[in-house]
Nanobody
Framework: QVQLVESGGGLVQAGGSLRLSCVASGGTFSSNAMAWFRQAPGKEREFVAG????????YYVDSVKGRFTISRDNAKSTMYLQMNSLKPEDTAVYYC???????????????????WGQGTQVTVSL
């Protein structure tokens, strides 16, 4: 059973940066395609960025391209999300998610992920 724990959220001014971390345990981290999702109040949970299981190929929603960078360190069982040039519309709870080990790439559908962290709040002020 994979367990995921996020950290690194907080309050930042517009234009600032944050780095989120997601530490995995209970499984073989390198076997899972991983992703970051976010959910703002009153909105559905949305895909932000994903990284494939073995090739390291990355995927982003258009609204964060050029500002966010997803990466993973399999030796540390950790995934990161570097967020630069933050905007107030980036305010949300950010969740780390993992697919089962049968799948190579991350996809945007929430039901495709069997493992979720508890979330970390990111608030961007004007």
């Amino acid at each position: 059973q994979v367990q995921l724990v996020e950290s690194g959220g907080g309050l930042v001014q517009a234009g600032g940066s944050l780095r989120l971390s997601c530490v995995a345990s209970g499984g073989t981290f390198s076997s899972n395609a991983m992703a970051w999702f976010r959910q703002a109040p009153g909105k559905e949970r949305e895909f932000v960025a994903g990284i494939s299981r073995t090739s390291g190929r990355t995927y982003y929603v258009d609204s964060v391209k050029g500002r966010f960078t997803i990466s993973r360190d399999n030796a540390k069982s950790t995934m990161y999300l570097q967020m630069n040039s933050l905007k107030p519309e980036d305010t949300a709870v950010y969740y780390c998610a993992a697919r089962s080990s049968d799948y190579e790439i991350p996809i945007r559908a929430v039901p495709a992920y069997g493992y979720w962290g508890q979330g970390t709040q990111v608030t961007v002020s004007l």
